[in-house]
């Protein structure tokens, strides 16, 4: 349970409003949309530490701040990216119970 709570609610709002709301919100005032979006996601990509996950993390990043610019809210991007993290933990639990080894 705290694994899940941890992954699916508390990392996403924490990052939202890390990378979203602070990070993002100050690089679109020096650089546009467009390299905010680009420059935060690369962070966001690099703090995630997984040269295995990283097309996937990047792409979610991308689609978070697109999300973010496009509605102008950070709760859209809370609620996909805890959604992503909870199918992520849900998944690799039940890949744990069938014993199935992962590389």
Same mark, same amino acid.
Not at 8 to 35: C, H, N, S, T
Not at 63 to 69: D, G, I, S, T, V
């Given at each position: 349970?705290?694994?899940?709570?941890?992954? =699916?609610?508390? =990392?996403?709002?924490?990052?939202?409003?890390?990378?979203?709301?602070? #990070? *993002?919100?100050g690089? !679109? /005032? !020096? +650089?546009?949309?467009?390299? /905010?979006? &680009? &420059?935060?996601?690369?962070?966001?990509? /690099?703090?995630?530490f997984? +040269?295995?996950?990283?097309?996937?993390? $990047?792409?979610?990043?991308?689609?978070? =701040?697109? #999300? *973010?610019?496009?509605?102008?809210?950070? *709760?859209?991007?809370? #609620? $996909?990216? =805890?959604?992503?993290?909870?199918?992520?933990?849900?998944? #690799?639990?039940?890949?744990?119970?069938?014993?199935?080894?992962?590389?």
């Amino acid at each position: 349970f705290l694994t899940f709570f941890s992954a =699916a609610i508390l =990392a996403p709002v924490a990052e939202e409003i890390f990378f979203r709301g602070f #990070l *993002y919100g100050g690089l !679109r /005032a !020096r +650089l546009g949309p467009l390299g /905010a979006m &680009i &420059i935060s996601t690369m962070f966001f990509t /690099a703090l995630h530490f997984s +040269l295995d996950a990283f097309i996937p993390i $990047l792409v979610l990043g991308l689609c978070l =701040a697109w #999300l *973010y610019e496009r509605t102008g809210s950070l *709760y859209p991007g809370i #609620l $996909l990216h =805890a959604s992503n993290n909870a199918v992520a933990v849900i998944v #690799l639990l039940i890949v744990q119970m069938l014993g199935i080894k992962l590389q």
